[in-house]
């Protein structure tokens, strides 16, 4: 008899298994409860669409609950909250959010895809009109109503992470003024901070009034608008976006006796597998074994929760593949600058008991040929384990020709490359994309001196 | 004692393995051969050097004699032709070009850099005055000379490779008509003919008159200029360029009993050693470990001569360096376009032996995320092993973010690993930069299927 699938969780990693389980076996039982609207939408493209880069929205949307019905025979139903797993009975427990029914569903296997929320810390007046996290489509649609539907100057940023970033972006690309409140001192924490001090002198010089080190005390409403009470004073504000960061959906998992990491993300084997056999996880909700620590860690992208869900998809119906793990690879456009990373950090790995002698090296080269027009400076930093002098980390800035040259190190770190490997690795040359030894090669040649 | 070290090619391997030398070892005599003018010059720059896309032409001089000798101590003699190895005695017999005068001198390690030359086929007229080749500095000095100095409105590339490719762009930027003649029925033959139907039709619509299986039977002189007979009948041209491969310069070599490969070119182990035990050889002039066919294999290109160069300068010295070999990546700007390869074509797999069954993949998807601007094709040609699914080489073509993209592939193939291995690489994703399956992921898991 043909097993019945459920999922939890509509985004990336619940789609791409009930695609994937769709697609092998074409009759079986198979629902997807989402609890909002939206399906498989893109969430890193909304401060593009805030910002009208991306002009037409619902191109956002992978997939439509319709399409996913019609076209891939997926019984997608949204505005259905799952409250509860009793992984006894192989049962979950359903809340239809329109009409308030609460129902029961059985499963054989069973995948739990509920992602990431925003956190949104205890700052009093944070439920004022015109405070925000941007997370979910209908965050977005909420931001873009309320820029046009208020005379917006200013917006603050309280964070400076990718989001922060992105939103800071998007708010100078429609003319509006922006203050970014960051409590460390510096941007991008998923960064060393010696590497982004080009970075944020960009972001000051495109007018963004960065404050470091800084605390967020309050959010008081003004007659002007809002006012944000901070540990430097206050900025006059007419909108709030709060990016400090995000936290797993994972508590129906642990409620329901699965095994959590201290991340407080599900654990999960190589085969998706939660600690209870028939039930799965995949996406922003589960970690992943990283591949540099050989440790479960959870950070929460896009590439694994897409990876990771079609993986889910195959084992649960049967299939063994595995899911190698994930390097934490990153990117994000500040401005005219790409910020790129994959492996750990040098304070990560400093922090890593499996490392004892940690090599860190910084160099900056040209993008292409020091003759040819366009060549701009990219500036890698490696880090290396100096005992076996292989590679554990590296972070690239620079204004083009980063994120896939980044990719070439995230590759020699999956292949577990040293330096000397990296360094001799044929790389195309040709002045109009590349010197004959690219910025990579002489970053690994300088850290293998 | 100190030994003494003399290297006969001022270029790329010689200059680098050179500049090895004299940093390892100070006070050592060293003695560097150059029969031209110039050292260590960016011959790939030539091309935008001719259409004034590099205005400096002195940028292409990565080193002067005299920088050499006063900032590098390292006694450059340019001018002085070697004529004989006498690997017995440990001498080389030396012409100065200058004077006539001719030398001996003796040396206790040799490296042999001479390079590669343009071959010349024995069509009738190929000596007339506006009928060039392309290799050196002097080559493109004297190609911008005669455009300066006549009217130049056509001219006749023969041969489409990476060379005749740039030289069509080149003069089309300097608004002079190009037509191709290309004897074999596609342009760039190291690629495989059907992933660059774009790219030929994009080299058309540029204006190039491309004549493809056309071979050239004489040039003649004409009252108007020159006139290029050929197989389909005349071109009325006002300069040619001869641009149907290269040759290794392995003569020196062969006359003293050190061992050629299939290719002609210089065999040397891994060390850059040939069969003589103080004599090394480096750059065009010698075959290279092909690491995904695992025999030696000619394939001259800068890269691997500066590498290779460095790497027995480090040998010659004592230092048991290993140069692990090539994939034969490269990439060329064919206007708009730009096409790179790595490992070996799916011709080349197929003629291979030692792979009994080969699969190749083709697919197209966009550089970005499909709603982000920008996003531009990317079309991938996966050459895999059928048995193993172990990838063996990689072709990619597109309009933007193909060259560094290619590069995860040279990666991964430097790895040895399969198309699972690659589907599953953590890569950058943002929508600026890439979609959240990059088109390398696309490729892998379409060719995994």
């Known amino acids: 008899m043909p097993k019945k699938y459920v999922i939890i969780g509509g985004d990336a990693a619940g789609m791409s298994a ?3 389980i769709r697609r092998m ?3 079986s039982e198979l629902v997807v409860f989402e609890k909002g609207q939206h399906i498989s939408f893109a969430a890193c493209g909304i401060p593009y669409w805030i910002s009208d880069v991306i002009e037409d929205g619902s191109k956002l949307q992978v997939l439509t609950p319709e399409i996913a019905r019609e076209k891939r025979g997926i019984d997608v139903r949204i505005g259905h909250e799952v409250t509860q797993i009793d992984a006894t009975s192989n049962t979950i427990a359903v809340n239809n959010l329109e009409t308030g029914e609460k129902i029961h569903e059985a499963y054989d296997v ?10 949104v810390p205890p700052i009093p007046g944070v439920g004022h009109d015109g405070v925000f996290t941007l997370r979910s489509l209908a965050d977005g649609q909420r931001i873009k109503n309320y820029i046009a539907e208020h005379e917006i100057k200013h917006a603050t940023i309280i964070g400076g992470g990718y989001i922060g970033l992105e939103m800071a972006e998007a708010y100078k690309h429609i003319n509006i003024d922006v203050t970014m409140v960051e409590m ?11 590497i982004l001090e080009k970075v944020t002198a960009h972001v000051v ?37 709060v990016s400090t960061g995000v936290r797993p959906n994972s508590e129906l998992a642990r409620d329901a006796g699965i095994a959590l990491g201290n991340s407080g993300a599900i654990t999960i084997n190589d085969h998706m597998q939660t600690s209870i056999p028939n039930i799965y996880s995949a996406g922003d909700c589960a970690e992943h074994r990283h591949l540099v620590l050989n440790e479960d860690i959870w950070i929460p992208l896009a590439p694994s929760a897409n990876k990771g869900g079609r993986v889910a998809g195959e084992n649960m119906v049967g299939t063994a593949t595995r899911f190698p793990g994930i390097l934490g690879t990153a990117v994000v456009k500040v401005f005219d600058y790409t910020v790129a990373q994959t492996g750990l950090t040098e304070k990560q790995a400093r922090e890593a008991a499996i490392f004892k002698d940690i090599e860190s090296t910084t160099i900056s080269a040209g993008s292409r040929a020091h003759y040819y027009p366009g060549s701009t400076p990219v500036t890698i930093k490696l880090v290396a384990d100096g005992t076996t002098k292989r590679l554990l980390g590296a972070q690239m800035i620079g204004k083009s020709d980063v994120a896939k040259r980044l990719d070439v190190l995230a590759t020699a770190l999956t292949a577990g490359m040293t330096l000397e490997d990296i360094g001799m690795l044929d790389l195309t040359y040709a002045p ?18």
Do not use: C, W
């Open 18 to 20: 009930a695609s994937k």
């Open 25 to 27: 076996q074409p009759d």
């Open 110 to 119: 069973l995948l739990i895809a509920t992602g990431a929320r925003a956190v």
């Open 184 to 194: 460390l001192d510096q941007i991008a924490p998923t960064f060393d901070k010696d």
């Open 205 to 241: 010089e495109q007018g963004v009034d960065l404050q470091l080190e800084t605390r967020v005390d309050a959010i008081d409403k003004s007659e002007q608008g809002l006012q944000v009470q901070t540990s430097a004073g206050q900025i006059q504000t007419d909108m709030v976006i």
């Open 432 to 449: 109009p994309v590349a010197p004959v030894y690219d910025p990579i090669h002489v970053a690994a040649n300088v850290a293998n001196k």
